[in-house]
């Protein structure tokens, strides 16, 4: 873009942030926290492209913002007597509730968990433009990855510039901290985040105690990262697959774009790559996608080809390469 995407919130404005939201573009929009950067949660190459935008590592999952509890059942089929209570309470508002995900949630918006962390806005421009567009959004803060978190639109504009296809501008954020993160597992409520809401309110509101939870948790607990149980292996090339064929008898391999693979390979190499044509927004979609269906194969091996080193490219690579090091370090 040539011109500033920087519009007033008006409803007409809105109304257009809510077709490019619909069309898979990304649009910065306020909230009672800070101005989020927002793309359909369901769409997993919009989702891409606001990790590209960021430069916003792949792990590290969204919150997903709605205008109503119908939106929610889209995205959990496990919704509680305890999280009733408290959505009643502090919906909208700054509270951030994870919930077990339902299929219809891509991993790319989750940083390949199984569960998703929800929200509903206060900001009226917010709710508006999530109704209007009428999909869930997927929303971080419309910041750099590790800049401040912007509070007004001249801020994104400055960080984001032309990567968001629009800036709604609705002045100054009322709060300026970010929301408070929990998660509620049988009677017990864990705070994964402070924010804007007070833990002693939660605790009010439901009689049960709010436990403080480091922000690094046992295996099996509550991951914020994912990594397949199966061993990660990195490659450059397809050339060092013969090698790892002489230790392993069943693998899995996935290239970034697609491949010949050799006849001979095949009994022992299930295929598969991350993006037919080598498109890197579809690559990044597909990554956690591919970890989790491998994984569940009782494989000796994943194999992951590296791909190349630029935009959302750093990104996957990254997280290859934090999922390689297990195997790497069981083997020192
Ligand atoms: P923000 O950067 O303010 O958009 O908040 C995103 C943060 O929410 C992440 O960095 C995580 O700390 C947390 N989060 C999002 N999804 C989950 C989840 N499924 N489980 C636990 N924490 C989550
Ligand atoms: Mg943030």
Known sequence: ???????PATEENIRKAASIIREGGIVAFPTETVYGLGADAL????????????ERPLFDP?????????????????????????MDAFWPGPLTIVFRKSPAVPYITTGGLDTVAVRMPSHPVALRLIEASGRPIAAPSANRFGYPSPTRAEHVLK???????LILDAGKTPHGIESTIIYVEGETIYLLRAGATPPEDIERVTGLKVVRKARRMSPGQ???HYSPATPVILIESLREVEEILRKFERIALI?????????KWKDKVIYDYLSEEGDLREAASNLFDRMHRYDEMSLQAIV????????LGIAINERLLKASMRYASDRR
Do not use: C, W
Not at 62 to 85: F, G, P, Y
């Open 43 to 54: 769409n997993e190459r919009a989702v891409a492209r606001i990790f590209e935008a960021k």
């Open 159 to 165: 960080q984001l510039g032309n990567r968001v296809d």
């Open 1 to 7: 873009m040539d011109t500033s995407p920087i519009l």
């Open 62 to 86: 969204l919150i997903v913002h709605i205008a109503s509890r119908e939106q929610l059942k889209i995205l959990t089929d496990h919704i509680s007597d305890i999280h009733r209570k408290l």
């Open 222 to 224: 509550l991951p914020y």
């Open 304 to 311: 992951f080809q590296k791909v190349p080193d630029r935009g």
């Open 255 to 263: 290239t970034f774009r697609r491949e010949e693979i050799p006849e």
